[in-house]
Nanobody
Framework: QVQLVESGGGLVQAGGSLRLSCAAS????????MGWFRQAPGKEREFVAS????????YYADSVKGRFTISRDNAKNTVYLQMNSLKPEDTAVYYC????????????WGQGTQVTVSS
């Protein structure tokens, strides 16, 4: 059974940092793109960042560009999201996704981790 498990969320003050991790199990994703999405209360889920299977071509939403960094460790079957200079508007549930099947569409999803940024 394939599982994506996010961790690292929490409560942080504006301007602070968090590092999210997403550990995959059940199969390897070393040949698949992986990504992060988020969903704020009352809003639709939105794209945050993605990374190619080899760690290349990181791609970011304009709202997080320059503040967030996506990376991966294929040996650990894990993808990361380093979030710096956090803002209250970054508050959301953050979801990991794996195996892109179409632009912004992924086959596997994690259960999400809450990130709350206080002002």
């Amino acid at each position: 059974q394939v599982q994506l498990v996010e961790s690292g969320g929490g409560l942080v003050q504006a301007g602070g940092s968090l590092r999210l991790s997403c550990a995959a199990s059940g199969r390897t994703f070393s040949r698949d793109s992986m990504g992060w999405f988020r969903q704020a209360p009352g809003k639709e889920r939105e794209f945050v960042a993605s990374i190619r299977w080899d760690g290349g071509s990181p791609y970011y939403a304009d709202s997080v560009k320059g503040r967030f960094t996506i990376s991966r460790d294929n040996a650990k079957n894990t993808v990361y999201l380093q979030m710096n200079s956090l803002k209250p508007e970054d508050t959301a549930v953050y979801y990991c996704a794996a195996q892109r099947i179409a632009p912004m569409k992924y086959y596997y999803w994690g259960q999400g981790t809450q990130v709350t940024v206080s002002s």
